[in-house]
C-alpha cells in the first residue's frame, strides 16, 4: 500500500509539472537577468537549487540566471554582485549570506536586490540590516529550528550508545550562523556548558561532558587551508560518530580510512539535502556492513522556489507583496528528517517529482502579481511555509 501510494504521489507531481512547464511565456525575450550566489556549484545541496532554477523555472518564466564560483568570503560575494550589474541584472538571490551588512551596503550602492534563497541570520544582524529598501529578506530555517537540527542528531546518536563525538562545526567560526547554531544545538544536546562559546571556536577543541568525549573542529574539508586541521582531528580519536553541521560526503573517503585504521565503524550525520548524490551513498555500505551516512537533515531542490517569487515581485515593482511594512521579512521552512537509509529511500521517493514541482510554476504564479493580481504577502508567507511532505501532496492532489 505503501508503494502504490507513492506512484500515486509521483504521478499527481509528473501531472503538476507539465502544467507547471506550460506557464512558459511565448515571447522568448529575457525579461530579467538574476544573480545567484552559490558558496560551492559542486555542493550536491547547491547543484540542487542551480538545477531547479536552470532547467525548470527559466523554462517557465522569461528570466536568465546567472551562478558565481565558490564564494568564501563576504568580498568575493560583493565582486560577484558588482559583476552582475554590469551583466544588466537587478537582483542577487544568495545562498552564501556570510557577515551580511557590507554586502548589504553593496546592494545599496549597486541598487541591485538581494535575498537570502535558503539560510537565515542571527537577531543582531537581521535587525542591522532589515531597513535597507535593497534587502528583500529570508527564506529558511528559523534560528530555533537550525539549534534543533544540531540537537537532534546529537540526541539520536547519544541515544544509539555513542560515547565518543566529533562535531564539525564548519563556518561557525567565519560568521556562518546556520553551522554556529547547528553545533551550538550539538553540545547543548551533549550536556556542554558554554555551548554557544564553544560552538564558534576557530581552533579544534576537545571536551569531557555527561560521561562523553567530545571534539570540535572548525572548517570546511572542500578548502585546502581547513583541511590539515580536519584531518589531524579525524585522526586523534578513536570516535563512535561523526557529526557534520555541512555536507559529508566530501568526508566520507577520509572516515572510511579512519575506519579500517580503528577496525570499527563510525556513525555519521550530517545537516544537508535531499539529494540523488547522498540517495547514491546512503544505499552503499561501509565495509563492515554499515550506512556511509546513518542520519541525515536537509532540504529539497524546490524549496527555493518561493524566494524567485520574491524576486520576481521585486523586479516587476510589487514590493507591496514583499515588503508590506517597509521592512524586509523573515519566512520560515524547515528540514526533513532521515534516520535510516530505508526513511530516507522513503522520503526521497516523495521528491522525484517534487524535485522539479513540490513548488511548480504555477505554484509561484499564484504568489507574483504581474501574474495574479490578489497576489499578497499573506499568500506569499502561506505558500513558502507549506515545505512539509503532508502540505506539498496536498497542494498537488
Not at 82 to 111: W, Y
Not at 180 to 195: H, T, Y
Amino acid at each position: 500500500m505503501k508503494y502504490w501510494k507513492q506512484a500515486l504521489v509521483c504521478i499527481c507531481i509528473l501531472l503538476a509539472a507539465c502544467i507547471g512547464c506550460q506557464s512558459k511565456q511565448t515571447d522568448s525575450e529575457t525579461q530579467y537577468i538574476i544573480g545567484v550566489a552559490a558558496y560551492d556549484p559542486d555542493n550536491a545541496e547547491m547543484r540542487m537549487f542551480m538545477d531547479y532554477y536552470r532547467d525548470y523555472i527559466a523554462e517557465g518564466f522569461p528570466v536568465k540566471f546567472y551562478f558565481s564560483d565558490r564564494l568564501t568570503s563576504a568580498e568575493e560575494e560583493q565582486a560577484f554582485i558588482r559583476s552582475m550589474k554590469q551583466q544588466g541584472a537587478h537582483g542577487i538571490i544568495s545562498f552564501f549570506g556570510n557577515d551580511i551588512q557590507p554586502v548589504l551596503q553593496t546592494c545599496a550602492e549597486e541598487q541591485m536586490y538581494y535575498i537570502l534563497g535558503s539560510g537565515t541570520l542571527d537577531e543582531a544582524d537581521f535587525q542591522a540590516v532589515q531597513d535597507n529598501p535593497y534587502f528583500l529578506g529570508t527564506i529558511g530555517p528559523a534560528p530555533k529550528a537550525e539549534i534543533n537540527a544540531g540537537a537532534d542528531m546529537a540526541a539520536h546518536f547519544k541515544a544509539l550508545g555513542a560515547k565518543r563525538l566529533l562535531i564539525l562545526s564548519g563556518g561557525a567560526a567565519q560568521s556562518n550562523y546556520m553551522h554556529l547554531a547547528r553545533a551550538e544545538g550539538m553540545l547543548e544536546a551533549l550536556g556542554v556548558p558554554q555551548a554557544n562559546t564553544l560552538a564558534g571556536t576557530a581552533k579544534t577543541q576537545s571536551v569531557q561532558a555527561d560521561g562523553l568525549e567530545i571534539t570540535i573542529a572548525p572548517g570546511y574539508y572542500s578548502r585546502e587551508s581547513d583541511q590539515p586541521q580536519i584531518d589531524a582531528a579525524l585522526a586523534a580519536g578513536d570516535y563512535d560518530a561523526v557529526l557534520c553541521t555541512y555536507n559529508i560526503d566530501i568526508l566520507l573517503p577520509a572516515i572510511q580510512q579512519r575506519e579500517t585504521q580503528l577496525g570499527h565503524s563510525i556513525r555519521a550525520g550530517t545537516v544537508d539535502c535531499f539529494s540523488a548524490q547522498n540517495l547514491d551513498i546512503i544505499r552503499q555500505r561501509d565495509q563492515f556492513g554499515n550506512p556511509q551516512i546513518d542520519y541525515i537533515e536537509g532540504k529539497y531542490a524546490s524549496m527555493a522556489g518561493p524566494a524567485f517569487a520574491a524576486m520576481y515581485n521585486a523586479l516587476h515593482g510589487d514590493m507591496e507583496v514583499i515588503r508590506p511594512s517597509g521592512q524586509a521579512f523573515r519566512l520560515y521552512q524547515g528540514f526533513w528528517t532521515a534516520k535510516s537509509p530505508e526513511e530516507y529511500i522513503e522520503l526521497y521517493g516523495y521528491t522525484i517529482g517534487m524535485y522539479e514541482n513540490a513548488y511548480s510554476c504555477t505554484d509561484l504564479m499564484q504568489v507574483i502579481r504581474a501574474f495574479r493580481k490578489d497576489a499578497s504577502f499573506d499568500k506569499l508567507k502561506a505558500l513558502t511555509e507549506a515545505y512539509d511532505v503532508q502540505a506539498v501532496i496536498a497542494r498537488m492532489q
